[in-house]
């Protein structure tokens, strides 16, 4: 009976553990994906010429939040790292590096993700 009674919250713990993780894990990626769209809403807006994007890495920065690299129109040259940091609530919002190729493209007074959801706010009215 008492190696009955072990064996089932050994199991009841696996499973709630499991369960546990499965969550997290649909979290980061739910996460992830949002940061992808504010990413692409701000390359869309402020990059003359923006096609596509595509997205290569996403990782955690040691120093303070993510970071997430990518290229846009199928062009590694057009290369970028968003930063998401703690100060913008771990929201991508203007911090982003760039090379001089993609810098070219950009707009001369680039808005963030914040300013142009805001418009699209008041345009939808």
Same mark, same amino acid.
């Given at each position: 009976?008492?190696?009955?009674?072990?064996?089932?919250?050994?199991?009841?713990?696996?499973?709630?553990?499991?369960?546990?993780?499965?969550?997290?894990?649909?979290?980061?990626?739910?996460?992830? !994906?949002?940061?992808?769209?504010?990413?692409?809403?701000?390359?869309?807006?402020?990059? #003359?010429?923006? %096609?596509?994007? /595509?997205?290569?890495?996403f990782k955690e920065n040691p120093m303070d939040g993510y970071s997430i690299s990518g290229y846009i129109n199928n062009d590694k040259k057009l290369s970028f790292t968003a930063g998401i940091r703690s100060v913008d609530?771990?929201?991508? !919002?203007?911090?982003?590096?760039?090379?001089?190729?993609?810098?070219?493209?950009?707009? #001369?007074?680039? %808005?963030?993700? /914040?300013?142009?959801?805001?418009?699209?706010?008041?345009?939808?009215?």
């Open positions: 009976m008492n190696k009955k009674y072990l064996m089932i919250v050994i199991i009841i713990l696996i499973l709630i553990l499991g369960g546990i993780f499965l969550k997290m894990k649909y979290d980061e990626k739910k996460y992830y !994906d949002e940061q992808k769209e504010r990413i692409t809403i701000y390359m869309k807006y402020n990059v #003359k010429g923006y %096609k596509n994007i /595509s997205f290569a890495n609530d771990f929201q991508f !919002d203007t911090d982003i590096s760039y090379t001089d190729e993609l810098g070219r493209k950009f707009n #001369k007074n680039p %808005k963030s993700v /914040s300013e142009i959801k805001k418009e699209q706010n008041t345009s939808n009215k």
